[in-house]
């Protein structure tokens, strides 16, 4: 607990006031409850705010100074964003000064000559004020602190999970397209782990993945990161190689520390491992196929049984032609519309009233039938078609909301939720093309819902958030997509204009019986509330889902325990059977 005294900072060029105010609170000063630091302008009072490590609380101010009047100090204050609270203290108490002091961020304005009752009551009043707003941002914080340990960080092991490895990797690959730098990730798991569980139970199968982890971390330094990434699966990333011989090397010591026994209590078990590697040298610039790739060498170890290390390959120059091809297909079938949208119902978990629904893309391939979107997004997104792609979307999802608004009347759903992707912020026409599509279906902007993922909106921050203020300004609503997988600060989060949080899928889908997801999920709800945000969960496939969620006062939902994503008219009949 921070037993400082209170410091003032008053800002004022009569040196009178000094010896006023040290008077007037003598006894509070020498009782450490109270102290002040004194200014003689705003120039004087922005360097000390600026260079000192002073916890000032309060500032107070007058009006008319030299160098720097009262009025642009408060402007400049709010620049600062400091944890703390303005009054005025002036002889120029017309209308017209205490109405600016007040819209540039004053709490309170006090007339001089001063009533120093009435100040000392505007001093208390201020300072419980700072005190109980400095609690607030100290409690989100907090719950911001945890859900980001829930989130990216093992509870077990201490080590980061796969969420942070995925962003240890993207920080790589970004990096890589600036300094080519080779790193590679090994993927390892413990071979007997299943066995060691079953037989002597699980506390000593959770002790055998501790110790293990403990080997681990015997053999890292700075440059390298270690996650766990499922129950008996490890991930050991490299940030920086010198050759292939010097990434064998490493394998090699690694092999040599895991070919001790672990003394389990007084059981001693051995245990191999199956690996599998992936280098940088791949084509692959997402953190997830870059994962993905690992996974699959290991998966390959464990299916063939190989004892040396397995590297990713799989005939790369094939796959880059697969590829290639289903672009210039995918480039075909937005152009000859041969794309279609589904649509998932969005409820009100209370009442499991449908309220909306999310556009979905989808590809029915005329050769080789439905194409998966985690196929086919993806490369969308790394070759730009997410951008005529996304603008097909927004129009076809706001006609589709229009005719069945003109068909159901008041029974109609009332907003559509369409995802935004990166490419699709950067475009200089998204906000003509969303009125015109929003016009063209006779829509209002409370109709159409965008969803935006958190680590889209953290990648350019200040033009992200003029771009969704203009959407806002609009009626538009704004949703942060997968919200928990990314990592908000709560300053950045506290000024998006949004109205709800999503929580991911993954958090969603094993609710019931993982702690660990529950433990996320309460978090993201409670910090959401605490932020005036609604929050959608998506991924809901029992009952189970449902009541936790209502019980943790979730304001919507969707899932397969509701309905699957439908096409357009399975989706009307949907909509004319309910009501």
């Known amino acids: 607990m921070n037993n400082r005294p209170n410091l003032i900072l008053v800002v004022d060029d009569e040196v009178e006031m000094e010896r006023l105010l040290r008077q007037r609170f003598r006894r509070k000063i020498q009782a450490g409850e109270l102290n002040f630091k004194f200014a003689q302008n705003g120039v004087e009072a922005l360097q000390i705010l600026q260079n000192a490590n002073h916890d000032i609380a309060m500032v107070l101010t007058d009006i008319r100074m030299p160098q720097m009047d009262g009025l642009t100090l408060l402007a400049n204050l709010a620049d600062l964003e400091l944890p703390l609270k303005a009054v005025v203290i002036s002889a120029y108490g017309d209308m017209r000064n205490i109405r600016t002091a007040m819209n540039r961020g004053a709490f309170d304005f006090l007339t001089k000559p001063i009533d120093f009752e009435d100040l000392e009551l505007t001093i208390n009043k201020t300072l419980k004020s700072v005190h109980r707003s400095r ?71 959770n002790q055998l993945v501790v110790e293990f982890a403990q080997r681990l971390e015997q053999i890292t330094d700075a440059s390298t990161s270690l996650a766990r990434v499922g129950e008996n699966i490890f991930a050991i990333l490299w940030h920086s190689l010198d050759s ?40 692959y610039t997402q953190p997830e196929t870059f994962v993905q790739a690992a996974d699959t060498a290991i998966q390959i170890a464990r299916q063939e049984n190989r004892k040396e290390l397995v590297f990713f390959d799989i005939q790369m120059q094939e796959t880059a032609i697969q590829r290639l091809n289903l672009e210039v297909e995918l480039q075909k079938a937005i152009e000859t519309q041969q794309l279609s949208l589904h649509y998932q119902p969005l409820l009100r978990l209370d009442s499991q009233r449908i309220v909306g629904f999310e ?12 194409i998966s979107p985690l196929e086919f997004i993806p490369l969308a997104e790394e070759t730009g078609l997410i951008v005529p792609l996304g603008e097909w979307v927004i129009t076809e999802a706001c006609q589709q909301l229009g005719r069945w608004q003109s068909q159901f009347g008041s029974i109609s759903p009332t907003c559509m939720s369409v995802n935004l992707s990166s490419p699709q912020l950067q475009t200089p026409n998204l906000l003509n093309h969303i009125d015109a599509s929003l016009r063209d279906a006779d829509l209002t902007g409370e109709a159409l819902k965008l969803e935006i993922t958190e680590s889209v909106v953290m990648e350019n921050i200040d033009e992200t958030l003029k771009l969704l203020t203009q959407l806002r300004d609009r009626n538009i609503q704004l949703v942060i997509d997968d919200f928990g997988t990314g990592y908000s600060s709560l300053a950045y989060l506290q000024q998006l204009p949004v109205n709800a949080l999503k929580i991911d899928r993954s958090f969603v889908i ?59 008219k399975t989706a009307t009949q949907l909509i004319a059977n309910i009501n």
């Open 135 to 205: 609690e607030q941002q100290q409690e989100l914080q907090q719950a911001l602190d945890k859900l980001h340990n829930l989130v990216f960080y093992d509870q077990l092991t201490e080590l980061l999970n796969h969420q942070g490895l995925l962003q240890q990797c993207t920080q790589l690959l970004e990096e890589q397209q600036n300094h080519s730098q080779d790193f590679a990730l090994l993927m390892l798991d413990i071979e007997r782990h299943s066995i060691i569980k079953s037989g002597f139970g699980h506390a000593l199968g």
């Open 244 to 283: 292939l011989d010097d990434f064998h090397d490493k394998v090699a010591s690694l092999l040599r520390l895991l070919e001790c026994p672990f003394q389990l209590g007084e059981i001693i078990v051995s245990s191999t491992s199956r690996m599998g590697a992936a280098l940088s040298d791949i084509p």
């Open 359 to 370: 556009a979905l893309a989808r590809w029915d391939h005329p050769t080789r039938g439905a």
């Open 510 to 568: 094993d609710l019931d019986v993982n702690p660990t997801n529950f433990d996320i999920t309460s978090t993201i709800i409670n910090l959401a509330h605490h932020l005036n945000l609604e929050v959608v969960a998506e991924g809901l496939e029992k009952q189970e889902h449902l009541e936790i969620l209502n019980s943790l006062s979730c304001e919507y939902g969707q899932g397969f325990i509701f309905s699957g994503p439908l096409d357009a």
